[in-house]
């Protein structure tokens, strides 16, 4: 941030943990980056707080580059809505916009308002431009990658139910959560707000890939419905309900009860991204966790020379 010039927000990758910095401030002609008398320069930044990324977390993040800039201050502020992009509009209504914005993808209505970055030379080089680019454009910057589609799991709980290897298919998948739950556990721990759904996601994501490599461009293209791509899975996810995999009040659970959950042992797997990890960390627990990738439909052909490992669960 060079000046307080007025210009248009910086809008995060929504699928990375960022901080984003910008070369101005405040969205189309409505600067919210004021300088005060001491030349003091205040910048907002949107973004969405949860038990993971706390509002104590985003400001130790951004201490670094307030104290790079003496004469910046960067004022960190909760959504008003449900989340972030509840928010945006209200503030964009009301001509309250911010300066920066966290999580946000540019679409064609909101990069009208935004500040196209596609000849800065540092925003060439952020991760994913290419992929995050609208129309050939830059509006959308990240500084990082995450790993999603995780699955987190009860060392403990995996040697009761007599599991010695993480499953690779979603049969076995399902075969662990059987014996998890002939175990005492709750095999597989959700929740309500945004997680049942995103859980879902991330566990089909590995087989989407190997059916439809471009499955988001096909869907926005028409060539594929996502309602009948994701109907094999939903239809699966509704016998792990039927046989008590999931708890089938869990709608009913907060984000941060759903960790508290899992980590205080009552269940054998958590379907979380990396940024769980931070949290998991400093939990206190009488077990270990471990991680392993959400299994494709099918096993992957071995490459030659390699033999895959069949997965076989302790009797």
């Not at 909760?78 to 209200?90: E, M, N, S």
């Not at 599991?163 to 998890?180: N, Q, S, V, Y």
């Not at 931070?278 to 966790?289: G, I």
Request: net charge neutral; aromatic share 8%; glycine share 10%.
């Amino acid at each position: 941030m060079r000046s307080p010039r007025p210009s248009l927000a910086l809008s995060a990758l929504g699928c990375l943990l960022v901080l984003t910095g910008c070369g101005g401030g405040g969205f189309a002609g409505d600067s919210q980056a004021r300088q005060n008398e001491d030349g003091q320069v205040t910048v907002r930044m949107l973004v969405n707080i949860s038990p993971n990324l706390t509002q104590t977390y985003w400001e130790g993040l951004v201490k670094p580059f307030e104290q790079a800039n003496p004469g910046i201050d960067v004022k960190i502020e909760a959504p008003t809505g449900k989340g972030v992009a509840d928010t945006l509009p209200q503030q964009l209504a009301a001509g309250n916009a911010p300066d920066v914005v966290e999580t946000l993808m540019a679409d064609e209505t909101l990069a009208q308002q935004l500040l196209d970055l596609t000849d800065q030379p540092w925003a060439k080089d952020t991760p994913l431009a290419e992929q995050a680019k609208l129309g050939g454009r830059i509006y959308t910057v990240g500084v990082g990658v995450q790993a999603q589609s995780l699955v987190f799991y009860n060392k403990t709980a995996f040697e009761k139910a007599g599991i010695e290897e993480p499953p690779t298919t979603f049969d076995e998948f399902d075969a662990a959560m059987g014996r998890l739950k002939d175990a005492g556990y709750l095999p597989l721990q959700t929740g309500g707000d945004f997680l049942t759904g995103l859980q879902l996601l991330q566990l089909s994501n590995p087989s989407r890939a190997q059916l439809h490599p471009a499955w988001q461009q096909d869907v926005k293209a028409g060539t594929i419905k996502a309602g009948e791509s994701l109907l094999p899975y939903l239809e699966r996810y509704r016998t792990w309900i039927d046989k008590g995999y999931v708890d089938e009040n869990a709608l009913g659970m907060k984000y941060a009860d759903a960790e508290t959950n899992f980590l205080s042992g009552k269940s054998g797997m958590y379907v979380m991204g990396s940024w769980f990890t931070a949290t998991e960390a400093k939990a206190k627990k009488d077990f270990e966790v471990g991680v392993f990738p959400a299994p494709p439909s099918t096993r992957a052909r071995p490459t030659r020379g390699h033999r895959a490992r069949p997965w076989r669960p302790r009797t």
